[in-house]
Nanobody
Framework: QLRLVESGGGSVQAGDSLRLSCAASGRTFSRSAVGWFRQAPGKEREFVSAIMWSSSNTRYADSVKGRFTISRDSAEKPVYLQMNNLLLEDTAIYYC???????????????????WGQGTQVTVSS
C-alpha cells in the first residue's frame, strides 16, 4: 500500500478557490490511478474526481464539473485538485485514494482503491 498525504484544505468563503494536493511515497504511485472523495458530516462518502496514472482519463462528479479540475504534471508528482467557485455544499473532509488496478470505468467507485490518505478539511462559509 501507498502512504498518501493530502494538503491544501482550509476555510474559505463561497466563490473562493482552493487547491488540494495528494502526495505519496513509493514508486508504485507513478503507476496508480488517483481519486478524490469527500465526506460531509452525516453523509456518505462520495466520489469527486479521479485520474488514471497516464492522465489519459479523468472523471468528475456532476456536482463539481466545470468547477474542479484534477491534474498530475507527471506520474511521479502529486495529484492536484483545483477547486474553483466553491459552494457551501462543498464543505467536507476530502480524501485522496490510489490503486494500481483501477480502470476508467471503476474510477468513481471507492471500493476500487486500496490506499487512502487521512483527509483534509475543506470548509466553505457564506
Amino acid at each position: 500500500q501507498l502512504r498518501l498525504v493530502e494538503s491544501g484544505g482550509g476555510s474559505v468563503q463561497a466563490g473562493d478557490s482552493l487547491r488540494l494536493s495528494c502526495a505519496a511515497s513509493g514508486r508504485t504511485f507513478s503507476r496508480s490511478a488517483v481519486g478524490w472523495f469527500r465526506q460531509a458530516p452525516g453523509k456518505e462518502r462520495e466520489f469527486v474526481s479521479a485520474i488514471m496514472w497516464s492522465s489519459s482519463n479523468t472523471r468528475y462528479a456532476d456536482s463539481v464539473k466545470g468547477r474542479f479540475t484534477i491534474s498530475r504534471d507527471s506520474a511521479e508528482k502529486p495529484v492536484y485538485l483545483q477547486m474553483n467557485n466553491l459552494l457551501l455544499e462543498d464543505t467536507a473532509i476530502y480524501y485522496c485514494a490510489a490503486d494500481l488496478s483501477a480502470t476508467p470505468i471503476s474510477l468513481p467507485n471507492w471500493k476500487t482503491y486500496t490506499s487512502w490518505g487521512q483527509g483534509t478539511q475543506v470548509t466553505v462559509s457564506s
